[in-house]
């Protein structure tokens, strides 16, 4: 069965701060799709990035890095120089090749202080 | 161009009364999910439709619970008699074809907020 965990359910860290938000993942499927998500308070769910099982490459855009380790099977997601609009829930999300269903961890409520 | 759209965008509604959520997927995009949210917790898969395939409904919590979708546009999630538990965010969600192995990214809708009282 496929699982995604998301440890940390709320931290709070002042701004400009950096901080990593930990996902780790179960499945014995060897192809599969790695997805985090943002949710502000708005609501509406942002896509962030997408990664595939066979690209182990970290990933950096901007203030935001991925690091992906089928090791340790975790799909870790750094904000640097955090920002107050980068409050928000963070969901990390895991689909396997050969199924529909995209399985979402409990996400991280991230609070970013002034 | 225009984004996942969903209708209402509040809806309160007594318990043991009939509900009909409806969801505007990208154009183009054939592959559509619904997702509950309840309050502080993370996404519930419900269903998924891919094209003219029969959709996935392993989600789906009882039979109260029925979705349709036309073609590869509109879909419509319907709860019947509903109960105080069914009061949650519900999402939708398009994508392109998944099929061939490659799995696209979800772009979501704004919800529709259900509470039952």
């Known amino acids: 069965a496929q699982k995604v965990t998301q440890a940390q359910t709320e931290i709070s860290v002042v701004e400009k701060e950096d901080v990593t938000l930990d996902c780790v993942y179960e499945?014995?499927?060897?192809?599969?799709?790695l997805f985090w998500y943002k949710q502000p308070p708005s609501g509406e769910l942002v896509f962030l990035i997408r990664?595939?099982?066979?690209?182990?490459q970290n990933e950096i855009s901007g203030r935001y890095s991925w690091n992906f380790q089928k090791s340790t099977s975790s799909f870790n997601f750094t904000i640097t120089a955090s920002q107050v609009v980068d409050s928000a829930v963070y969901f990390c999300a895991l689909k396997i090749n050969r199924d529909d269903k995209i399985i979402f961890g409990k996400g991280t409520r991230l609070h970013i202080l002034p | 161009g225009a984004g996942v759209s969903q209708s209402p965008s509040n809806k309160v509604t007594e318990k043991g009364k009939d509900v009909e959520l409806r969801c505007d997927p990208i154009?183009?995009?054939?592959?559509l999910y619904w997702y509950r949210q309840r309050l502080g917790q993370g996404l519930e898969f419900l269903i998924y439709?891919?094209?003219?395939?029969?959709?996935?409904k392993s989600g789906l919590p009882s039979d109260r619970f029925s979705a349709e979708r036309t073609g590869e546009s509109v879909s419509t999630l319907t709860i019947q008699r509903t109960q105080q538990e069914d009061s949650a965010v519900y999402l939708c969600?398009?994508?392109?074809?998944?099929?061939?192995?490659?799995?696209?990214?979800?772009?979501f809708g704004p919800g529709t907020r259900l509470t039952v009282t």
């Open positions: 499945t014995r499927d060897t192809t599969y799709y």
């Open positions: 439709f891919q094209g003219n395939s029969a959709p996935d």
């Open positions: 969600a398009s994508s392109l074809d998944g099929s061939g192995g490659y799995s696209y990214e979800q772009y």
């Open positions: 990664r595939n099982s066979f690209d182990e």
């Open positions: 154009s183009g995009h054939t592959a």
